[in-house]
């Protein structure tokens, strides 16, 4: 017979570990990733530093502020630099509206199984793909040769070629086709991210889907949107192959005033300096100068774009 005050113990359960030692295996990835790191750092301090020590010597106001001389062997760069800031701008006001609406519509208005939404993505991932000298040429045939040369027929006596010729406004377009990937794919990220208990709610308190885009979707996915046109920004203003057909001039001393002027541009006046100059050693501080300056006007617009959308971010958490 059983005593029942007699209580039997249960054996101890064993100890669960609350940490893992790391395989050792590990380490050899990890050493690898931080080698790469180092090399990319090392690399791009070099340039920087070979950038900055070729180019600061000859940076001043003067500079910066006069065009071109003596053959581009002396004087400034100012109107690459206006031509520059002109083209990425004309270029944002063409990309982000078309890209915006694009991801949009991929993301709201159709399905992703149906057979015009792979169509489109298709579209997108070869356009993305394409190499940028091909969008030159494409610009050529297309923006001049086709666009331009029938707004002079439509709007021209025939006199002589006003838009079927390189200009300004076909450079920016060719370089918005060439950056139009990079904005639907930052804009359908930034549209993902949003719950949809937020557009459901948008819905019941009777918002129409026009007016819920508008006034919820679009506000929530501004952040992602400017960083798809940072993107933009970044990619179009170190592009030279698609703009050496469309519109870039080798020496024009003078500023663009109108859509259908030629224009210079810095990448392509860095080009130039490096292949073309008569004497490239006495031209090579202007060259490292150039660089310096299109780097450095690349971190501004960069960084504008950076503070805008951190602005906005600070007043969507704020609100």
Known sequence: ?????????????????????????????????????????????????????GGIGIISVDFLTHPPEQGMEAGGIFPAIFGTVALVILMTI??????VLTAIYLQEFTSPDSRITRLIRLAINNLAGVPSIVFGLFGLGFFIGF??????????????PVWAQPAIIWASLTLAVLTLPVVIVAT??????????IKDASYALGATKLQTIIRVILPQATPGILTGAILAVSRGAGEVAPIMFTGAAYYLP????????????????????????PDVEKTKPILYGTVLVLLVLTFMLNFLAVILRSKIRSKRVNA
């Open 1 to 53: 017979m059983i005593n029942p005050t007699v209580t039997e113990t249960a054996a101890p359960a064993a100890e669960i570990p609350l940490a893992f030692k790391p395989k050792k295996g590990g380490y050899i990835p990890k050493g690898l990733t931080l080698l790469s790191v180092i090399i990319i750092t090392v690399i791009l301090a070099v340039i920087l530093y070979n950038i900055v020590f």
């Open 188 to 197: 359908e990220e930034a549209l993902r991210t949003i719950p949809p208990e």
């Open 254 to 277: 003078y500023l663009p005033g109108k859509l259908n002027d030629q224009f210079m541009e810095l990448g392509y006046h860095i080009y130039v300096m490096a292949t073309q100059s």
């Open 94 to 99: 063409a990309v982000v509206p078309i890209g």
């Open 147 to 160: 666009v331009g040369r029938g707004m002079d027929l439509l709007f021209t006596d025939g006199s002589g």
